[in-house]
């Protein structure tokens, strides 16, 4: 019977079995983990670049575009263009477009205005008269709800009393309408070598 007791106590096979056991179980949680830990970073990461994917197709497309002619209005005593009218709409698929937060830039030979000055409304005789200094735009939605958002099925007209008197004849002239979101319309044309009163600029 001691003999027994004796031999069971030097037998140690079994608890080897279990050390085995515990460790290899050990092993498969801290794997299990770390496969988890890996693949929610994999997902964080996965959903960062979508969003970067989305914020630079959003920036980098138009909202709107150009439609219809632009139309220019010139001061035929100072022989100047003074001021241009032309309207934007919606691209295909684009959320609306708010103008109370876009704003205008102006570019010629001598002038640059890197935010042209917003005014409510600019009239016709406005725009041949031209004004000094830093000139100023304004929108008229057509077809509008009530709101500043340029939305399907709408247009919006965009009058600018071009900065310093206009632009002489010949001269290019760019304006950039610069969208809170979206990439930046531009709208560049030649004065005529004939300045009239209202005319259709190329």
Known sequence: MNRARKSLRRDKRGFTGLEA??????????????????????????????????????????????????????????????????????????????????????TSENTHVGNVTYTASITEDELKAGASGDGSWSYTILGSDGDSLLEKGEKA???????????AANKRFSIEVKPATGATIAVTRIAPASIDAVMNLH
Do not use: C, W
Not at 22 to 41: G, K, P, Q, R
Not at 60 to 69: K, M, Q
Not at 158 to 166: A, F, T, V
């Open 21 to 106: 056991a515990i460790v290899l179980t050990a092993f498969i949680v801290v794997a299990a983990v770390f496969s988890y830990v890996v693949l929610n970073a994999g997902f964080f990461t996965t959903q960062k670049s979508k969003e970067v994917i989305h914020t630079g197709v959003e920036q980098a497309t138009s909202s709107a575009e150009l439609t219809g002619d632009v139309t220019g209005y010139g001061n035929t005593t100072t022989n100047k263009l003074t001021g241009v009218r032309f309207y934007l709409e919606l691209t295909a698929g684009e959320r609306p477009l708010d103008l109370a937060t876009t704003t205008m830039a102006y």
């Open 157 to 167: 007209e965009i009058s600018m009393i071009l900065p310093e008197n206009g632009v």
